[in-house]
């Protein structure tokens, strides 16, 4: 059982690019999250979804794109890469339709440098 | 909006020291609140607390909550160098609500031998 899977781990961008951080779970669970963490800022929801063809934003959306085409990928994408969006990337699952509990699966994180 | 504040911001301690993190919050109503250790790579659980003035205990680790002040508080005894970690906290809003679950800023503890 993989759990969350997020690719890649590491990524340089020149600012200006687009790239997708990509994150599949193999749990069946309905609700999946994208966080970013900042030194000193904790872990801010990006965008969210309870489930196949259901975004919505969370708390800093600006800069990123989702989908959810599928139960178990929900894509991050960045159109225009700012320096403002170096940041670590966490992208999370639960079985339940939202974050509760001990019942949060996180990936392991994508490290993104905007040079 | 959920607000979440983790105090302090930083600790350094050395081993054996006995510690305490707080996180205080202003939320309307909530289901539970949530506290994490993080070591560089993902968040991982420790404790859900639910019920104002009962203590949560793992080895060395134990939390409480007090519902009518508004806080939690973490405390781990006889620190190790291993639990050098960012520990976050976390609200859980009740079911049904739109609301989402809202992180702490984090306390960056290190522990020295």
């Known amino acids: 059982n993989a759990g969350v899977t997020q690719t890649p781990k590491f990524q340089v961008l020149k600012t200006g690019q687009s790239m997708t951080l990509q994150c599949a779970q193999d749990?069946?669970?309905?609700?999946m999250s994208w966080y970013r963490q900042d030194p000193g800022m904790g872990l801010r929801l990006i965008h969210y979804?309870?489930?196949?063809?259901?975004?919505d934003q969370g708390e800093v959306p600006n800069g990123y794109n989702v989908s959810r085409s599928t139960t178990e990928d929900f894509p991050l994408r960045l159109l225009s890469a700012a320096p403002s969006q170096t940041s670590v990337y966490f992208c999370?699952?639960?079985?339940?339709?939202?974050?509760?509990?001990?019942?949060?699966?996180f990936g392991e994180g994508s490290w993104l440098t905007v040079v | 909006e959920d607000k979440v504040v983790q105090s302090p911001l930083s600790l350094v301690v050395h081993e054996g020291d006995t510690v305490t993190l707080n996180c205080s919050y202003e939320?309307?109503?909530?289901?539970?609140l949530l506290w994490y250790k993080q070591e560089k790579k993902a968040p991982t659980f420790l404790f859900m607390l639910?019920?104002?003035?009962i203590e949560k205990k793992s080895g060395r680790l134990s939390s409480i909550l007090d519902k009518k002040e508004l806080f939690s508080i973490l405390n781990i005894t006889a620190t190790q160098t291993g639990d050098s970690a960012v520990y976050l906290c976390?609200?859980?809003?009740?079911?049904?609500?739109?609301?989402?679950?809202?992180f702490g800023s984090g306390t960056q503890l290190t522990v020295l031998p």
């Open positions: 999370a699952s639960s079985p339940l339709g939202r974050h509760s509990g001990n019942t949060i699966y």
């Open positions: 749990m069946n669970h309905e609700y």
């Open positions: 979804s309870v489930g196949a063809g259901i975004t």
């Open positions: 939320v309307t109503n909530f289901r539970s």
């Open positions: 639910t019920s104002s003035g």
């Open positions: 976390a609200v859980d809003p009740p079911s049904g609500s739109a609301r989402q679950l809202t």
